[in-house]
């Protein structure tokens, strides 16, 4: 199959790197208030990371690749760890700000590599940073805008940490964390769909809620890279398998929610929306979140399924955030759509021209 990642832009591209907190260079960090126990984790590896303490940080990254421990919304806590080192680097603002973070950031990660000789946490997040900065440096926008040097410093950073990664290999085929990177990297270079699974199956057998596992394997597989809508639907379909026990069908809602928000996932048959609103309920059930009951309320607009969204907003109250619901003229049809829950309408919308307000019947 000839994939399409290629014509990708950098906003959905940067989906598939490991250091998933990683915003686009070209815009603002949207500010969102973070409670989830996997947060206060990645908190914790931040504010140890700024401050430089090594010590505490090398413990940290034994013991949970040890323990193999889980936070209480029964996330790796490895997971968390790295992503809380990511997130040191927020690759917002202009892009010569971010690359001047970017320079800043590998020379922390290079002086704790230096500071803990015998810790391979550094070099395992100094290999993740190398590919998350590949992508960086391909730039926002399709293949056309990108320059042939933005596409050799995306080629040579991805180089580098699979070299990083592959230097790593005899110390670490126990270590889920390894497998991801290796996920992410073999599809910045177009790994074959054989070596992809191999590393997915040797990954998550070792831990099935480290999840960026099944996320970058899922990405492999969208349509829009090297798969089909049959082959992303049977990775979903496996990490749903493999985390049910703790998780129900929550793996069905993240990875469908992480590739669409349109009516036509529910129409089309691509994606069951009683399944999904199980898994958003399942999400909710590990641990209540206002952030993502306000998604929940936009997939049941979506769905059209009046009665259910009007619940949501009704459990919401003040708590229903417009910022998660999509443009001014989504957020009103849905208000309007959940006041017609008795009655079966489909609500209309018009602009008015002068002040911009959107009104729905």
């Not at 997130?87 to 971010?98: I, N, V």
Request: positive net charge.
């Amino acid at each position: 199959m000839t994939p399409s990642w290629q014509y990708l832009s950098r906003a959905l591209a940067c989906a598939v790197v490991l250091l998933a907190s990683m915003q686009s260079a070209y815009a603002e960090c949207p500010i969102i208030k973070r409670v989830r126990p996997t947060n206060f984790v990645s908190d914790e590896v931040r504010a140890l990371f700024d401050k430089k303490d090594y010590k505490k940080l090398d413990a940290l990254y034994a013991r949970y690749l040890k323990e193999k421990s889980r936070t209480d919304d029964s996330v790796s806590t490895l997971q968390a760890y790295f992503h809380g080192i990511a997130q040191s680097f927020d690759g917002c603002g202009t892009a010569s700000e971010t690359d001047n973070k970017a320079l800043a950031q590998e020379a922390s990660l290079r002086a704790w590599s230096k500071a803990s000789p015998k810790s391979p946490a550094p070099r395992l997040a100094l290999a993740f940073f190398t590919s998350s900065h590949g992508w960086h440096a391909r730039g926002d926008g399709y293949v056309s805008t990108v320059s042939p040097e933005a596409w050799k410093l995306f080629n040579l950073r991805n180089a580098s940490a699979k070299a990083q990664l592959d230097a790593l290999a005899p110390a670490h085929k126990t270590n889920p964390a390894w497998y991801a990177g290796m996920l992410s990297v073999g599809m910045a270079q177009g790994a074959t769909g054989q070596t992809i699974d191999a590393l997915y199956d040797k990954g998550v057998a070792l831990d099935p809620y480290y999840m960026d596992l099944h996320f970058n394997k899922a990405n492999y597989y969208a349509k829009m890279w090297y798969g089909s809508r049959e082959e992303f639907s049977d990775v979903v379909e496996r990490a749903v398998e493999l985390t049910r026990e703790r998780l129900g069908q929550t793996m069905y809602t993240r990875l469908h929610w992480s590739y669409s928000r349109s009516s036509a996932m529910f129409t089309s048959g691509e994606v069951s929306w009683p399944r999904m609103k199980t898994g958003f309920e399942d999400i909710l059930a590990t641990f209540p979140e206002n952030r993502t009951r306000n998604y929940l309320g936009t997939f049941a607009c979506l769905a059209k399924d009046a009665k259910y969204l009007k619940q949501q907003l009704d459990v919401l109250g003040d708590d229903v955030d417009p910022r998660f619901w999509g443009t001014k003229r989504n957020y009103a049809y849905c208000k309007a759509l959940a006041k017609h829950s008795d009655t079966g309408k489909l609500p209309s919308c018009f602009v008015h021209a002068e002040t911009g307000y959107v009104e729905c019947d």
